[in-house]
T-cell receptor, first 113, second 114 residues
Framework: ETGVTQSPTHLIKTRGQQVTLRCSSQ?????VSWYQQALGQGPQFIFQ???????GRGNFPPRFSGLQFPNYSSELNVNALELDDSALYLC????????????FGPGTRLTVL | AQSVTQLDSHVSVSEGTPVLLRCNYS??????LFWYVQHPNKGLQLLLK??????LVKGINGFEAEFKKSETSFHLTKPSAHMSDAAEYFC????????????FGTGTRLQVTL
């Protein structure tokens, strides 16, 4: 069974740029959730995708957007990067969007200069 | 709305002594509660979860937690700490709904000394 994978591992961008982060869900899982973890804090929910549709969103601005593909992999896109977007971005997959445990990938460390 | 409060930001124990990491929760509905562990520069690993079955939940690596509704608590314990337990621990709550958004506590850093 393949776990959740994320790419890239690290990324450095400058203010105003755009970034795309990628996540492959665990085999058999159809739901992907994204979280932002700033340094020294707990992860914050960004949004969730279930069968290619957005299925809930946290308190993040519209410049944070996402996609889920037919194979249930997912992308997180962030436009107009700000310094405060520097964080570890975590992807988690689960079997359904409601009750099942979420399994996390290793994360992508984004640094915005 | 749901939330969790981790009562200690940092806990230090000696190897071989018991571990207690404290968590209180708030939820308008019957919650699901989790403990996740995060080792440095790693993703989050599920230790255990409570979903309204047995109130005493056993997890991996000898950890367990007890759900106490009257105290709104879900404390994590381990009888004997090991050096490899040193990590950041997060108490997490979710409410089953349209999207199972996880709400994380601020974390407790566990230090294990010789």
């Amino acid at each position: 069974e393949t776990g959740v994978t994320q790419s890239p591992t690290h990324l450095i961008k400058t203010r105003g740029q755009q970034v795309t982060l990628r996540c492959s869900s665990q085999s058999g899982h159809n739901t992907v959730s994204w979280y932002q973890q700033a340094l020294g804090q707990g992860p914050q929910f960004i949004f969730q995708y279930y069968r290619e549709e957005e299925n809930g969103r946290g308190n993040f601005p519209p410049r944070f957007s996402g996609l889920q593909f037919p194979n249930y992999s997912s992308e997180l896109n962030v436009n107009a990067l700000e310094l405060d977007d520097s964080a570890l971005y975590l992807c988690a997959s689960s079997l359904t969007g409601t009750t099942d445990t979420q399994y996390f990938g290793p994360g992508t460390r984004l640094t915005v200069l | 709305a749901q939330s969790v409060t981790q009562l200690d930001s940092h806990v230090s124990v000696s190897e071989g002594t018991p571990v207690l990491l404290r968590c209180n929760y708030s939820s308008s509905y019957s919650p699901s509660l989790f403990w996740y562990v995060q080792h440095p520069n790693k993703g989050l690993q599920l230790l255990l979860k409570y979903t309204s079955a047995a109130t005493l939940v056993k997890g991996i690596n000898g950890f367990e937690a007890e759900f106490k509704k009257s105290e709104t608590s879900f404390h994590l314990t381990k009888p004997s700490a090991h050096m490899s337990d040193a990590a950041e621990y997060f108490c997490v709550v979710s409410v089953t709904g349209t999207a199972s958004k996880l709400t994380f506590g601020t974390g407790t850093r566990l230090q294990v000394t010789l």
